[in-house]
């Protein structure tokens, strides 16, 4: 996958970033079934009921778990950096790294693509400030850029934080969030076309705005508990503690897309134990390859 991007995209600066909490405590605290059903069963099994408590096992394959810790000496042998955040998603450290990078003088700043598959991320596009998805559509190297005016072809929606706004009021099963009863993706899109923001929608509900009908002021006053946390859970964090030893004051974290491996010794000897010789040829390959062209 690095292989690819750094080939088809030629970036100049890459990240992998890490979830050092896959759910996250304050998260929780507000609604506290976001991702409890990925909670281990036998951790479940021991507290019943949807209040599982944060920092227990997330149920992942084992084969999966043994490849993580190789996966971070591979990162660290080659050089790429690896950042997460203490308490926070990874979602999170791309939203900080995002911002930071869109906070430098715009003769500065460099264009920043998002490579992910989790579609929450979409609230971070914007045109503006030069922040696209890569979405991978059938693997890395079938990647949809996601723009704003994608966003308004697929969802009728113009913008990332719209993005977030739509995903509030349709929730997602996946993560444990209701969202609001009856409003799904089309109608949360029609209402932020309506009102502009949530904010928008909800003074709307609160006021005797002809726009809402009776049983959407209804499903939205239902739901005043849960719109009331969802937005500090759905949106990513813009200001997480991600920190490294600084390049330089502008760049706290030294992300270059290295020339070759930092330590080719070490890479060499997780080449021969876990017989990634070909995988990692093709990433030092895409490395050269780029300082070349």
Excluded at 85 to 106: C, H, K, M, Y
Excluded at 118 to 124: E, G, S
Excluded at 173 to 181: F, M, R
Excluded at 211 to 235: C, F, H, K, N
Aim: aromatic share 4%.
């Amino acid at each position: 996958m690095i292989a690819t991007l750094v080939t088809d995209h030629r970036p100049t600066r890459l990240v992998a970033c890490w979830d050092d909490d896959w759910r996250p405590a304050f998260r929780v605290a507000a609604i506290p079934s976001y991702k409890a059903h990925r909670v281990s069963s036998e951790v479940a099994a021991e507290t019943p009921g949807p209040d599982v408590r944060p920092g227990w096992v997330e149920e992942v394959p084992p084969a999966l778990v043994a490849q993580v810790p190789v996966i971070v000496e591979v990162l660290t042998a080659l050089g790429i950096a690896r950042v997460g955040a203490p308490g926070f998603e990874a979602d999170d450290v791309i939203g900080t790294l995002t911002a930071r990078e869109v906070a430098r003088p715009a003769d500065e700043r460099d264009l920043v693509d998002v490579v992910t598959g989790d579609r929450d991320l979409f609230q971070l596009v914007d045109d503006d400030a030069g922040v696209r998805i890569l979405y991978p559509v059938k693997g890395i190297k079938n990647l949809l850029t996601v723009d704003q005016a994608v966003l308004r072809e697929k969802y009728g929606i113009p913008s990332g934080p719209a993005y977030a706004d739509m995903a509030i009021l349709r929730g997602d099963p996946s993560d444990g969030l209701p969202g609001v009863a009856g409003i799904g993706e089309k109608t949360a899109a029609a209402l932020i076309e309506k009102y502009g923001t949530l904010d928008g929608i909800l003074a709307a509900r609160d006021s005797t705005d002809p726009g809402l009908t009776a049983t959407q002021r209804r499903r939205l006053t239902e739901a005043s508990d849960y719109l009331d946390v969802a937005p500090g859970v759905v949106r990513v964090v813009r200001s997480a503690p991600v920190a490294l030893p600084a390049s330089s004051p502008a760049r706290p974290v030294p992300d270059d897309v290295p020339a070759a491996p930092a330590d080719p010794d070490a890479l060499e000897a997780l080449v021969e134990r876990w017989g990634l010789a070909s995988s990692v040829r093709r990433v030092t390959e895409a490395f050269s390859q780029r300082t070349a062209g």
